[in-house]
């Protein structure tokens, strides 16, 4: 699911009105409706107030949120999945790598 099929579902949960949302994230009602609609992107600092008013996680709303960016990013590309695991590698390798560097006792 989508950032803002989830935002409008988790919105109807909750029976809150778009112009309720809208005014706790200081945005018009048709910028909301947009971002509900996929038209436009909500903004990272809408995240924790998305999150609290909706009473949701803020994490799994992030992780949309970022899922739905680099959607955007790669869709168009004939290697699209390719690349996606390409990234996802990257990012393994560098926890990894961090991790490890965690591990490491100093003297």
């Not at 107030?49 to 709303?61: G, H, M, V, Y």
Request: aromatic share 6%.
């Amino acid at each position: 699911m989508k950032f803002g099929e989830h935002i409008k579902q988790l919105r109807e949960l909750n029976h809150l009105l778009q112009r309720q949302l809208a005014n706790a994230l200081d945005m018009d009602t048709a910028m909301l409706s947009k971002i509900e609609r996929g038209e436009r992107r909500a903004k990272r600092e809408h995240i924790p107030i998305f999150a609290s008013l909706l009473n949701t996680n803020e994490k799994d709303l992030c992780t949309i949120w970022l899922a739905d960016k680099v959607y955007e990013l790669i869709k168009q590309e004939d290697n699209a999945t390719e690349i996606f695991k390409v990234a996802e590698e990257q990012i393994k390798a560098d926890i990894n790598k961090h991790s490890s560097k965690k591990n490491v006792v100093k003297f």
